[in-house]
């Protein structure tokens, strides 16, 4: 039995050029959307970094008052007693500015522009920082509209 071309094309298999630059083409089209949209969730969660970090100063600054009749800017040892001035995932640097000579506070956590951690939220341009006085009035700063979208 003789078997002519058309025959052979029909039993081959395997992926044309064709097929091959449309599945490429597929793929690169759902990571151009998928990887931002990845990006900025991930910006969004790790501002709970900052927000968690001075919501603990806020509890410990409370702390200090009741046996001091003051509040302190020293995070760690002779202040609060904190283990470090950043926050858990390392991603902002804590401070603390007194007001009214002691009877009041502003903590802040900024966003660390350099560091191994802190490289991945230095881009976060909506909230490059956070703050929370001792009336626990929340405030920020960068582009955001307002404070409600960095303290979600």
């Known amino acids: 039995m003789k078997h002519n071309s058309h025959t052979r094309r029909a039993h081959q298999r ?3 050029l064709m097929e091959l630059l449309v599945t490429v083409a597929i793929v690169g089209i759902i990571a151009s959307v998928a990887i931002p949209s990845y990006r900025q969730h991930m910006k969004r969660s790790n501002r709970t970094d900052a927000t ?8 410990e600054q409370e702390k200090f008052f009741l046996q001091n009749n003051a509040y302190t800017d020293v995070i760690g040892d002779g ?11 390392g991603y902002y640097d804590l401070s603390i500015t007194l007001t009214d000579n002691g009877a009041g506070y502003e903590a802040e956590a ?9 490289g991945s939220q230095a881009d976060d341009e909506d909230c490059t920082a956070f703050t929370l006085d001792e009336t626990g009035a929340r405030g920020y700063a960068g582009a955001a509209d307002d404070a409600s979208v960095c303290w979600r």
């Not at 968690?52 to 509890?59: D, E, K, R, Y």
């Not at 202040?79 to 995932?89: I, V």
């Open 52 to 59: 968690s970090a001075l919501l603990n100063i806020a509890g």
């Open 110 to 118: 900024a966003v660390r522009a350099t560091g191994a951690n802190g």
């Open 79 to 89: 202040g609060l007693g904190m283990d470090k001035t950043t926050s858990a995932n």
């Open 14 to 16: 395997g992926v044309s």
